[in-house]
């Protein structure tokens, strides 16, 4: 596609429920990274994945969320038993993977998360 | 500390005026340097940084990075109402550690 796709835009949940949040990167980008942004807050890394590699989950806050992506395109971000905390807009970025080309990092539209 | 921090947090100006915003950081051994406008959710880049002291331009933005004093500016000239935006600085790290690290952002708005 033309850019980053992210489902669903809004998403409201109740506490303790799972959630599922879906990216799809720039055709052709091999590197994708997830990040959150709280309310008032900057955006905070989660997780990075590159190729076949094992991703770069220092990002996560909790043994809660955990990520995959699979066949190197789309990826899903899975919130497990979700708290209020996890209200944010959950935003999915991709790039051209290693190197100076791939620092330029294209977002998606977010999805915003809003757990009651 | 690998620490992005933006100032103003935030900015009002009539149209018309120029606006200077800053991003300074701490970790002198990144990679780049980038500046994002964020309208609503999404981020739309604008700069990428990766030598001291070249400019970069686009139409009324433009950008600079200053390694030695570890800051980076972005200049907006004849501000627009469109320009109301939050704006977000962000360091890359070196080879290894591809994560963005962003500031606050700063929030600047345009008066008619």
């Known amino acids: 596609g033309a850019g980053v796709s992210q489902s669903p835009s809004n998403k409201v949940t109740e506490k303790g429920k799972d959630v599922e949040l879906r990216c799809d990167p720039i055709s052709g980008h091999t590197a994708l990274y997830w990040y959150r942004q709280s309310l008032g807050q900057g955006l905070e890394f989660l997780i990075y994945?590159?190729?076949?590699?094992?991703?770069?989950k220092s990002g996560l806050p909790s043994d809660r969320f955990s990520a995959e992506r699979t066949g190197g395109s789309v990826s899903t971000l899975t919130i497990q038993r979700t708290q209020q905390e996890d209200s944010a807009v959950y935003l999915c970025?991709?790039?051209?993977?290693?190197?100076?080309?791939?620092?330029?990092?294209?977002f998606g539209p977010g999805t915003r998360l809003t757990v009651l | 500390e690998d620490k992005v921090v933006q100032s103003p947090l935030s900015l009002v100006v009539h149209e018309g005026d120029t606006v200077t915003l800053n991003c300074s950081y701490e970790v002198t051994n990144f990679r780049s340097l980038l500046w994002y406008k964020q309208e609503k959710k999404a981020p739309t880049f604008l700069f990428m940084l990766?030598?001291?002291?070249i400019e970069k331009k686009s139409g009324r933005l433009s950008s600079i990075l200053d390694k030695k004093e570890l800051f980076s500016i972005l200049n907006i000239t004849a501000t627009q109402t469109g320009d109301s935006a939050v704006y977000l600085c962000?360091?890359?790290?070196?080879?290894?550690?591809?994560?963005?690290?962003f500031g606050t952002g700063t929030r600047l708005t345009i008066i008619p």
């Open positions: 970025a991709s790039s051209l993977g290693p190197g100076l080309l791939g620092d330029t990092q294209y």
């Open positions: 994945f590159q190729g076949n590699s094992a991703p770069d």
């Open positions: 990766t030598s001291s002291g």
């Open positions: 962000a360091k890359r790290g070196n080879f290894g550690n591809e994560k963005l690290t």
